[in-house]
């Protein structure tokens, strides 16, 4: 007679391994070995499905694992963002790393935050070899406030960074550098005063290392990071200033209009000049010499001493009220675009010079 065949236990019965069982029910319960293999196995192929995870997602997930796993109170160390790129990755051991402060919750997710803030700032203001122009055998970067630009050189070769001329290092010595044992830096200059420009030479003594170097200058501050490889790498390099073009351009035009101003010709037709204005008022450093006209416009003979006091405002008696008028000045002349009968030089309240002006009534 055929042995009845013996039951398994309750608890091995009810076990279905399926991609949605839970990892606690056979950590929790005493089951053998090949079942707690078997499950793992079984996980992955739903886990390969899911979508790389957020810092608060990533958090929120393995919360919930440790409060399912682990004495109530307790949360398993979470890795940073980039450590881990899917659920699969996050399974922790229950009790790995377990902290039970709040506070280090609050603080691991902070620096996560952070870690990743830090990544994509650098990555939205840093400038490579790609991002360069070439003239000739030297690569610009442009130039801007709070930029970093990232240099490759190679070993046995330099590498040799140009400042923007008249542009001279602030520290006492060289710039400093994060490793400055296994890089050699150097420093030399090229033209002459007030052209001369700083140029610096950097060397790596091994290939595949990284660090970065910050050079102070009397203008500007530069953040550059240095990469090291066995062959590739950048001979010269300086920088384009938009900003300093933009006002050197803006001086020339300045300049330009100045001295085209100064060159205006004052020379006009003797026969239609009128120099019956009469001169009267305060005895000041400022009143004019002579005023006359040309059918046109007013011109206001100035003294030469003029320079080393206060201009006057000329305003143009209209029916007794002073009306305020430009002038622009030629030499030692007031020129005003315009004719009058009488105005007035004054400075402050008190001092006033008056000038009456007639001319024939035909060239009116």
Not at 31 to 47: D, G, I, N, Q, T
Not at 330 to 353: C, E, M, N, T
Request: charged share 20%; hydrophobic share 40%.
């Amino acid at each position: 007679m055929r042995s009845a065949r013996p039951q398994l236990p309750n608890s091995f019965a009810r076990v279905r391994p399926g991609p949605h069982t839970l990892i606690k029910d056979f950590i929790m319960t005493k089951r053998p070995r090949f079942l707690h293999l078997a499950l793992l196995l079984s996980a992955p192929h739903v886990w390969s499905q899911q979508k790389p995870l957020t810092p608060d997602q990533l958090i929120q997930q393995v919360e919930a694992q440790q409060a399912a796993t682990a004495p109530p109170g307790t949360l398993a160390v979470v890795p940073a963002p980039g450590a881990i790129s899917t659920a699969a990755d996050a399974v922790l051991p229950p009790t790995a790393g377990a902290v039970s402060d709040p506070q280090h919750r609050d603080a691991q997710r902070q620096a996560s935050h952070s870690a990743l803030k830090v990544r994509q700032t650098a990555e939205a203001n840093t400038q490579r070899a790609s991002d360069t122009i070439s003239v000739k055998g030297k690569m610009l970067f442009t130039w801007q406030d709070g930029g970093i630009y990232e240099l490759q050189t190679a070993t046995f070769h330099e590498t040799a960074i140009e400042l923007q001329p008249g542009e001279v290092l602030t520290g006492r010595d060289l710039p400093t550098a994060g490793d400055t044992a296994r890089w050699t830096i150097a420093a030399t200059r090229t033209g002459m005063p007030p052209s001369e420009s700083i140029v610096l030479i950097v060397k790596p003594l091994e290939a595949d290392l990284e660090t970065n170097m910050t050079i102070t200058t009397n203008r500007r501050l530069y953040s550059v990071i240095l990469k090291s490889n066995e062959r590739t790498y950048m001979p010269l390099v300086a920088w384009l200033y938009p900003q300093d073009e933009a006002v050197a351009q803006q001086q020339q035009v300045v300049h330009a209009q100045a001295v085209e101003a100064e060159s205006e010709a004052l020379a006009v037709d003797p026969d239609r000049l009128n120099f019956n204005c009469a001169i009267s008022g305060s005895k000041v450093a400022w009143a004019p010499l002579r005023v006359y006209d040309d059918g046109a416009k007013t011109y206001l003979q100035m003294s030469p001493d003029m320079g080393a006091v206060e201009a006057p405002a000329l305003f143009v008696m209209e029916k007794n009220d002073p009306l305020l008028v430009n002038y622009r000045v030629k030499h030692s002349f007031y020129i005003v675009d315009r004719l009058f009968d009488r105005a007035q030089l004054r400075v402050g309240a008190k001092s006033a010079v008056d000038i009456r002006c007639t001319r024939p009534i035909a060239s009116r």
